[in-house]
């Protein structure tokens, strides 16, 4: 297949409010390879999380034209699960808690539904406590209710467990850096750099710090204000972004 | 004839008539009484008339338990529970009580079957439990069948005892199930009772504790599932006689289908006397469909303010979407996740059954409830 990528094309997406449905996303263009690192970054509020959620499929936001192509495969249209299933993954900004569901439960529900078959036990449960360790997570972990009382950093890394496990073709991370101190921000890094390594999967980062780059080496910065991509360029954009900020493009749009 | 009433002081309550064991002083309820007013009373005509013949489901109990018969007024029987209503008065007069006495040596659990056999033969049961002063054991009681059934438990939580009752409530469709369970709690003693409620047209449980003296604990947690038509009620009633006892209820109910109703009804006492006491309950419903009813009423009558803690919490609410966003974002589908959802919602009171098989055996039970999301 020579299409194989996460394509998105004039995306537009709406969510509903009070005074009826407001735009976010004003025509996303971008397109994420195997074996690419893009990294999306923007001011507070220029619906940076908004992309990463619309692509997952979350049903506060209304897609309202364009398209979204996983390896050919549209996945305008298709349900949450679908959309995971199809091998896209969202490691979200806030992990949500699950009282009473185990970590443990969690990935072996999570692994069968995403591979269409249980994983074979005793392999899995190696690899599990192999992948918490990495993170600095001792077995223990996997008992405790998904995210319930996890510190911020414990629920980033987390994420980064299920993205090690589950291995998606595309990867979304959405401000995987937010919250974490330099200790977890490296562990964490080294999870995703991990992922990345293997060299035939995506990733889109998104982020509104640069000290996430410092870690992650994106071959792609995109400059995202006001539901669209105004500049774009290689890993020395970010660099000078750090010095300029945003304000030249909010300047613009205003 | 002359009748002397001597009404029990313990459960006198703004919100709790007054015991009484003559059936006679609990007139038949019309629906209007604070006690009866989410109750179908329309549907139990039968559970309050005292001139019916009832007949004994019995029990058949596997475990460590001396069974003995107590008739009326024969020790233990009468000491911890005083009937509240009507239905539990008629089946406190049950000639002979059965009496499961668990020794201080018992470690194990023991297992009490009570099954109905029809619907057409009303019956009424009082068991009496009594855990002896160090005795460590969990009771776990399980009705099932088919039956029009009042069953009391009186439960007497000796010295030092750490006691379990479960009572798991899985009876046929068709079944209606009353009754009063009370316990008195003695000095340093953990009593915990866990109820499950899954199956039968109408259940209503009373659940009562007191405490015998100073100290003591006492944790009453439930589950319930209510599904089209059913109607659970359960009614706790928590009397803080006396200073340093602690006590925690925490229920948690999932309603699905038309016509699903629940009623949780939590009520703690703190006595000008109980000081120093710490007290919690929560009440959570999981509304899976539209046309059900939860009804949840936590009550707290604080008499004296010297006390360590007291607070309750209610919440009703549908599955929240943001978890069913996260579950479904790796590849989970709905009904999965659903699932997942509810039994995590569950799990926490279940687990602390601490029987392995029971907990299992239900979570498998509450996973054939949820078994309508194949329909979705």
């Known amino acids: ?254 | 004839m002359t009748v002397v009433t001597t009404p029990d002081p313990r459960t006198v309550s703004h919100l709790h008539p007054r015991g009484s064991f003559r059936v006679a002083d609990h007139p038949v309820p019309t629906g209007k009484e604070e006690i009866w007013r989410f109750t179908p009373t329309g549907k139990l005509a039968d559970f309050f008339d005292d001139t019916l013949a009832r007949e004994s489901l019995g029990v058949t109990v596997d475990g460590p338990a001396e069974v003995r018969r107590l008739d009326m007024g024969q020790s233990p029987r009468g000491t911890a529970l005083t009937p509240v209503d009507r239905a539990a008065a008629i089946a406190a007069g049950t000639p002979t009580a059965t009496h499961l006495y668990v020794g201080a040596e018992t470690t194990d659990t023991i297992r009490v079957s009570v099954r109905g056999t029809g619907a057409e033969t009303p019956t009424a049961d009082h068991l009496v439990i009594e855990a002896a002063p160090d005795a460590c054991a969990t009771i776990v009681i399980t009705h099932t069948g088919q039956a029009r059934h009042i069953g009391n438990v009186e439960i007497l939580v000796g010295e030092s005892a750490r006691l379990t009752v479960v009572s798991i409530q899985d009876w046929d469709p068709g079944s209606v199930h009353l009754g009063q369970v009370e316990a008195l709690v003695a000095k340093d003693a953990v009593y915990r009772h866990i109820a499950v409620s899954l199956g039968g047209d109408i259940v209503r449980l009373q659940n009562n504790v007191s405490y015998a003296t100073e100290g003591g604990e006492a944790e009453l947690l439930g589950v319930y599932f209510a599904d089209a038509g059913q109607h659970l009620e359960h009614r706790l009633f928590v009397d803080h006689t006396h200073p340093k006892g602690i006590s925690h209820v925490d229920y948690r109910g999932a309603l699905h289908g038309d016509g699903a109703r629940s009623v949780w009804v939590g009520d703690v006492l703190i006595r000008p006397t109980a000081r120093s006491i710490e007290t919690y309950e929560s009440s959570k419903n999981l509304v899976l469909s539209d046309g059900c009813r939860a009804h949840a009423v936590p009550n707290l009558e604080i008499e004296t303010g010297e006390i360590v803690s007291a607070g309750h919490s209610a919440t009703t609410g549908r599955f929240d979407d943001e978890q069913l966003f996260y579950l479904r974002s790796r590849g989970i589908d709905e009904v999965q996740a659903r699932r997942l959802v509810v039994r995590g919602f569950f799990s926490t009171i279940l687990a602390r059954i601490g029987i392995e098989d029971v907990e299992a055996a239900l979570m498998a039970r509450i996973d054939t409830e949820l078994a309508f999301d194949k329909e979705n």
């Open chain 1, 1 to 254: 297949m020579t299409n194989r990528s996460l394509d998105i094309r004039d995306l537009h997406v709406s969510v509903e409010t009070e005074w009826g449905p407001k735009p976010i996303l004003k025509g996303v263009n971008l397109c994420v390879k195997p074996g690419e690192v893009h990294a999306i970054m923007g001011p507070n509020g220029s619906g940076k999380s908004t992309l990463a959620y619309s692509l997952s499929g979350h049903p506060k936001y209304t897609i309202t034209s364009g398209s979204v192509l996983l390896d050919g495969v549209e996945l305008v249209g298709m349900s949450v699960d679908e959309r995971a299933r199809e091998g896209l993954f969202l490691a979200m900004q806030y992990p949500v808690e699950i009282p009473g569901v185990s970590v443990a439960n969690f990935l072996r529900t999570a692994k069968t539904a995403i591979d269409g078959q249980a994983p074979p036990l005793r392999t899995w449960v190696k690899q599990v406590n192999a992948s918490l360790a990495s993170m600095q997570l001792d077995s223990e972990f996997s008992s405790r209710s998904v995210n319930e009382g996890f510190s911020g950093g414990e629920k980033k890394r987390n994420e980064v467990v299920q993205l090690e496990l589950l291995n998606p073709k595309y990867a979304v991370m959405d401000e995987t850096d937010s919250g974490l101190d330099i200790d977890a921000l490296r562990i964490v890094s080294e999870g995703v750099n991990r992922y990345i390594d293997q060299g035939d999967r995506g990733v889109l980062l998104i982020t509104h710090y640069t000290r996430l780059l410092h870690y992650i080496k994106p071959q792609f910065v995109h400059v995202f204000v006001d539901g669209h991509i105004v500049e774009e360029g290689d890993a020395t954009l970010a660099d000078s972004l750090e010095k300029t900020g945003y304000e030249q493009w909010l300047k613009a749009e205003a």
